[in-house]
Each structure stands twice: as structure tokens, then as C-alpha cells.
């Protein structure tokens, strides 16, 4: 079975630029988790949907982020402006439901020059 | 902020059992412990999770005290791949995000 899959898998961009992350969650799957990845904040959520309906976006770090799930079977994490801060691995993960564990894909290493 | 304390590192001898701890002394009654790991460079990966009961699976067995403030992973027979960063993490059962602290840093040594 196919896991989440993530695009692209490595991204480099200077700053200003607008970047767009894409995400297939797994066939099946409800509920859908962004996440981010650096070395001084560790793992933290961005946003999560269930039944592509944003449910929390609080972790969502400012206007420049934005998150959209047109459908069951993809989703975007879009940042424009980027800036050299938002260099990170942006994770997403889907589950059955929001109450069940999540399946992480392997991520998107974003590198904002 | 993570609800839950965990050694920041720890070895383990190949083939040996690898027995991780965490405390979790806050844990309220609706509250789930879980599991995952991070293999470097990949993404997390969901190991097992449990309320009250020890919980086996075929990665992993999950022991949980009596008093449900601490908990130990057992990886029986850790092998070189068993490398990773593990995170236990409380999760009540509204779901939702997971929140992952520090972690522990398991290194299996031939």
C-alpha cells in the first residue's frame, strides 16, 4: 500500500519567493496533519483537517502560511513571502480520524536562501 | 508544551531487549500514551499506543504501571535499523495533534 506522499521530497528557493508543498494522504484516510521539523523547535503542528475542513490552525506561524485540502486525496501548505526562517522539513500525516494514529510521510526538506 | 519526561539518550547491544522509560505523572484518565520513532532523515513512525492495559504488537510491547504515571516500550530484540529518536507522547482521546517533546535517542551498538 502506497503511504502519504509528499512533494517535492527536496526544495530550494530564495527568499520572497512563494513555495507550495503538496501532500497525498493515504486512500481512506479522514483526517490530515501538517507539520514542521527544525532543530530548535523540534516537531510542531501547523494545521490539521478533518473531512478537508481545517479544524485547528493555530500552530499556522503567521499570514504568509496557508493551508488549503480542495479534496480528500491532496492537499497544499503554501508560504509566500518565504524567508531563510522558514527553512525546515515539513512533514504531513493522515489517520482514519483525528483520534487514531497518524501516518507520517517522508517529508519536505525546504532550504529559503 | 509535552506532557511527558524521557532520558535524552540511551545504547542498547544488538539482540539485547531495549527497554525505554517515561514518566508521564500528569496523565489524566481519558489520556492515551504513544508511541513513535524517528529513523534519521524519515518521517515519525507509529509504534503502539495504550490506555490502561500492556500492549504488544509486532514492532513492540507497551507497559503501563498501575498508577499510569510511567510507562516502558520494550523492543525485544533491537537490531542495528532500531536506531532512532523514539518519542512518547500522552494524546487524549479527542485526538487531534500529537505533541512531541525531546525524545529519546536509542543507538544500537553491534
Known amino acids: ?113 | 508544551d509535552a506532557k511527558t519526561t524521557q532520558p535524552p539518550s540511551m545504547d542498547c547491544a544488538e539482540g539485547r531487549a531495549a527497554n525505554l522509560p517515561c514518566n508521564h505523572s500528569t496523565i489524566s484518565g481519558n489520556e492515551y500514551v504513544y508511541w513513535y520513532r524517528q529513523i534519521h532523515s524519515q518521517g515519525p513512525q507509529y509504534i503502539i499506543h495504550g490506555l490502561k492495559n500492556n500492549e504488544t504488537n509486532e514492532m513492540a510491547s507497551l507497559i503501563i504501571t498501575e498508577d499510569r504515571k510511567s510507562s516502558t516500550l520494550i523492543l525485544p530484540h533491537a537490531t542495528l535499523r532500531d536506531t532512532a529518536v523514539y518519542y512518547c507522547i500522552v494524546r487524549d482521546n479527542q485526538g487531534g495533534k500529537l505533541i512531541f517533546g525531546q525524545g529519546t535517542e536509542l543507538s544500537v551498538k553491534p
Open chain 1, 1 to 113: 500500500d502506497a503511504g502519504v506522499i509528499q512533494s517535492p521530497r527536496h526544495e530550494v528557493t530564495e527568499m520572497g519567493q512563494e513555495v507550495t508543498l503538496r501532500c497525498k494522504p493515504i486512500s481512506g484516510h479522514n483526517s490530515l496533519f501538517w507539520y514542521r521539523q527544525t532543530m530548535m523547535r523540534g516537531l510542531e503542528l501547523l494545521i490539521y483537517f478533518n473531512n478537508n475542513v481545517p479544524i485547528d490552525d493555530s500552530g499556522m506561524p503567521e499570514d504568509r502560511f496557508s493551508a488549503k485540502m480542495p479534496n480528500a486525496s491532496f492537499s497544499t501548505l503554501k508560504i509566500q513571502p518565504s524567508e531563510p526562517r522558514d527553512s525546515a522539513v515539513y512533514f504531513c500525516a493522515s489517520s482514519f480520524s483525528e483520534r487514531v494514529e497518524q501516518y507520517f510521510g517522508p517529508g519536505t526538506r525546504l532550504t529559503v536562501t
